[in-house]
């Protein structure tokens, strides 16, 4: 009976784990989008370890390996600088059958700027057979650098020089704020991004977002050319409201938006052709994923689909089932017995752990790659480590022993043992993870705009520490105080009667448990204030944003909430409950055992 208990554990828990991998990434299947090609993409040739923050650039080789790689799929390309390498574009594009929106990157630095506009002016009169059209400026005006009158004064100097038509970039409602632009341009470029609106658009909104702000431009310069400059979807991030970075979203955006744009007769220019690393500097992890190819150079899916999530999951399903198999291996060398049902919990939470682990290690690898990045990513994962194997060990411990009361002391006063190499790690991995938890729950809801949710590493130890409890609650001796031992403070420990003489009530155990008490009413502040910054739209978008409150709270989809942090505020509660464990046990009489 009990070799058939563990056998089903082990095969449910496989189950689960394939599941788990699997269903998300199924395969969703796309019709092919019309035209054969994109109309244009933009082109920022930067490889991992290349930036232009750095001053380290592409090669003339590498720029027309990208040129090679993009001409099947796309008409023309959008450049945002004419320097930083990207003099040698229009002939190599006119090598591959690319047609070049060219761009001039203006700033503060108007030294910079003059040597911007030199060149574009210099590449449009050598290449106007490759050189459709110029670009001067790229959201200048909404990064607060240049005045409108000084964008007018770059755009008028280079109408005058070039025959190609001229325009100003920048997203939708900033042509709106400053209509004045619209007189010195032959045409409107507009950004179109439903994820970054003051308030977000999921997928399944986002053409009917962009149609809608397509149309109020039209309406207010009728008769002006308009080219969609910028459009499209990050595949890694965070969420935004309802909008929901992803591989499958982005390809679901893309196909929606070149059929809606097709239908209206958009010009239209998507962000972009290939993952940015170094903007994720600037704008967290979702602002270096927005490619249509990774920093690698693969393609990420096919406009036709199918498209899956993530063709790495049969990898990571290998990954962690054998993690959990390596774990229960080395748990039966400890040679304790465990009953059927011991070796079924035991099976089920390595299982979870192992697979947990696995995911939260694969989302650091494809994460933001600087060193403060790197450095935290290997500091939660080793964290994790430490908790995952403490509590696997402490419950492997507890349901061999059923609690493992030590011998108490003769009386009603118990001292309590030192705590084993094991229980010390469990505790302070634990704090430790509590406490990066709290700071990082302040900083999404205080400065949140490009931080990641935590989630993938939090998982952890929300799933280990109250499955943990649950298992020394069911095992727990006779005689010995359960709900005190179930925080963090005793978590670890074996069973033990509880002290007499010590503090009692909630203030006794606030004092015996400060950083305890005050991580849990932390977490559970970081819950509630996230749900109100975070849960349905980001907070800060209807106080800074461009809309009144009143119109912009309208807008929300109250159906569609953020629901990684909602998520991650049901994290926080779990979290809390070991820290508040302790604190909210009430003292009763000692039982001798």
Known sequence: MRLILILAAMIVAGLANLAVWSLP??????????????????????????????????????????MVALAPQVAGIRTYTSLEGLQVVPELARKHGLQVTMGAWLSSRTDKNEAEIASLID?????????????????????R?????????????????????????????????????????????????????????????????????????AHRFPGKPILVGETGWPTQGRSRGAAVPGLVNKAKFVNAFVRMAEQEGFDYNVIEA??????????????????????????????????????????????????ALGLLG??????RHLPGTGWVALILLAQALSTLYVRAAFVAEHGKHYWQDTTLAVVMLALTAALALAVLLTAHRTLASGGLAREPLVGLRHARPALTRTERVGRWSAVALGVAALAWSLLIVFDGRYRDFPNPYLLIPAVALPALGLIRAARRPVGTETRNALGIASLFRPAVPAADGEP????????????????GFGLLLGALLTVVAEGFVPLESLIYGQLPFMEALHEVDWTRPNWEALGWAALQILLALPFLAGVWSARRPLRRI
């Open 25 to 66: 990434n199924r395969p969703v299947p796309l019709d092919p989008p019309p035209g054969g090609k994109l109309r244009s993409v933009s082109f920022a040739p930067f490889r991992d370890g290349q930036s232009p923050l750095t001053g380290v650039l592409p090669s003339t080789a590498q720029i027309e390996e990208d």
């Open 123 to 143: 590449l449009a009169n050598r290449y106007p057979d490759v050189i459709t059209r110029v670009i001067v400026g790229n959201e200048v005006l909404l990064r």
């Open 145 to 217: 650098e240049l005045t409108p009158e000084q964008v007018a004064g770059y755009i008028d100097r280079v109408k005058a020089a070039v025959k190609q038509p001229v325009s100003y970039a920048d997203v939708w409602e900033w042509w709106l704020k400053y209509p004045q632009i619209a007189d010195h341009v032959d045409y409107l470029t507009i950004h179109l991004l439903p994820y970054w609106e003051d308030v977000p658009a999921g997928v399944e909104a986002a053409t009917e977002r962009i149609r809608q702000s397509y149309r109020t431009i």
């Open 274 to 323: 290939f993952d940015q690393e170094w903007k994720a500097k600037l704008e967290g992890t979702v602002g270096g994923h927005w490619g249509l190819y990774n920093a690698d150079r693969t393609p990420k899916f096919s406009l036709a689909g199918p498209v899956v999530g993530n063709v790495a999951w049969p990898w990571l399903f290998a990954a962690s089932s054998g993690l």
């Open 330 to 335: 080395g748990l039966a060398l400890l040679r």
């Open 504 to 519: 009692r009530g909630l203030c006794g155990a606030v004092r015996r448990l400060p950083v305890e008490a005050v991580l």
